[in-house]
């Protein structure tokens, strides 16, 4: 059932707010590593984390089995040698941990203006049906791809997505997450099929899917109800990712891509993940 105004409206602060905890932590991360010692940065990293645990507390409905909040408990851990979670882990990788956790909290709060049914005193918590589960997402996230040449090229682009991401190679991060989020939307507009994709504006005279524009493809699939409405958050850098590569080849990007657009990206990509396989 289609979620209300006020919904709308409570599901758009905390993604507002959410963004807010996002960039703090992405500031807090640099100033510890460039002096990890220094009592301000603790000191307000302290301040972040406690207001990170109060959105992620009423995100999860107060439950502690909650898969956010238990991602939000796990991300102060360090893993020994053997696998075992042991006490310790620096300041500055909680950090990048708990931004991983809201940018999951992003994604699932973007999936719901499509009116997924939410219960608990909050009409944003993330204690609904499918949200709520008590178990993390799979470890394979693209099994419910038809092709399946093309499952493990785009596993490990997501992997290489992520790791572009920490290292702070943001134009490869955003160029890797489009190129996922291409390739799926494009294997499910295939599946579906033309004949059934007529109704939803695809190019006139134009019967190849592969040829369409990204902007055309990602319309046409909301159109069609093969996706929902994520997209709409994509920046413009990414809508225009192909067209901004470089003349020499080398794949680079010629606009200059923030970190935000980065994680944008990423977060649109894990919307349309959970759009395109609902039972995640």
Not at 13 to 36: E, N, V, W
Not at 122 to 129: G, I
Not at 246 to 261: L, M, N
Request: include cysteine; charged fraction near 20%; charge should be negative.
């Amino acid at each position: 059932m289609p979620i209300d105004d006020s919904q709308r409206a409570q599901i758009e602060t905390y993604l507002s707010h959410l963004d807010g905890l996002i960039s703090r932590g992405c500031q807090l991360r640099d100033a510890l590593a460039t002096d990890p010692l220094s009592v301000s940065p603790i000191a307000a990293t302290r301040a972040w984390q406690e207001d990170c645990g109060v959105t992620i507390n009423q995100l999860s409905g107060g439950s502690k089995a909650h898969w956010l909040a238990r991602s939000f408990s796990a991300a102060f851990l360090m893993r020994s040698a053997d696998g075992r979670a042991v006490e310790g882990a620096a300041p500055a990788e909680i950090v990048t941990r708990l931004i991983d956790v809201l940018e999951q909290a992003v994604a699932t709060l973007s999936g719901m203006g499509d009116g997924t049914s939410v219960s608990g005193s909050s009409p944003a918590s993330l204690s609904s049906s499918q949200s709520a589960s008590h178990e993390a997402p799979p470890p394979h996230l693209f099994d419910f791809v038809h092709n399946p040449e093309l499952r493990p090229v785009v596993e490990q682009a997501y992997i290489d997505s992520r790791r572009a991401l920490e290292q702070k190679d943001y134009d490869l991060a955003l160029r890797t997450s489009c190129g996922i989020l291409e390739a799926i939307v494009t294997d499910a507009l295939e599946h579906k099929g033309l004949t059934a994709l007529a109704v939803a504006g695809t190019p006139a005279g134009n019967i190849n899917i592969a040829d369409w524009s990204f902007n055309t493809r990602l319309a046409v699939a909301e159109k069609a109800g093969v996706i929902r409405n994520g997209c709409a958050r994509l920046p413009a850098v990414a809508r225009t990712y192909r067209d901004q590569s470089d003349a020499d080849g080398d794949g680079a990007s010629k606009a200059t891509v923030s970190e935000r657009d980065a994680r944008l990206a990423g977060q649109v990509l894990r919307v349309v993940l959970r759009d395109l396989d609902p039972g995640r």
